[in-house]
């Protein structure tokens, strides 16, 4: 693929990311269940921090939690947020998920990538599962999203390609996934 026809990482509206709208069907903490107080969670397309400030909140002052996006803007809204809110457990970044060199090997219990990898472009999506693979403890989890649609870069056969990454417990052909390294 020539650099003119490489395709890029999409953005999404930070207003259609973190709206009253949308905590009417989509709850924050919903994924609080599956961390614990103290540990370290890494939020991959953070957006605008939605689920990053539950999730901060889950793993209290003893954790932390990693705010990854590539927009510098949902960064600097979720370091915002933070700040506002009293969060000093959160590290914001504004990097690819295919680059988290902050981040050391193996430190990580779970990782959160909600329809982070069918937003990234297909040059880096092997890059970023890697990358979430070198992070992962070895007792730790990764809840995976990815939509399908027309702008989705994640079809069947990237989908598959992704699961074959982890050892899932659970997998569906909607795409959700939980899986541990």
Known sequence: MSRKEEKRDKHFPLWGLDNPIRRLYDNP???????????????????PGYYTLALAECVGPEGRVYAVDSDDKAIQVVEEKADKRGFHNIEAHSSSASDLNFIKDESV????????????????QESAVNEIKRI??????????AARGP?????????KKILAAFRAERRSDGFPMISDR
């Open 29 to 47: 903490n919903k994924y609080c269940s599956l961390v614990k107080n103290g540990q370290v969670v890494a939020d991959l397309g953070c957006g």
């Open 109 to 124: 219990d779970f990782v959160l990538t909600i329809e982070l990898l069918c937003s990234m472009a297909p040059q880096n």
């Open 136 to 145: 992962l403890k070895p007792s730790g989890l990764t809840y995976i999203i």
């Open 151 to 159: 702008w989705s870069y994640v079809g069947q056969v990237e989908w």
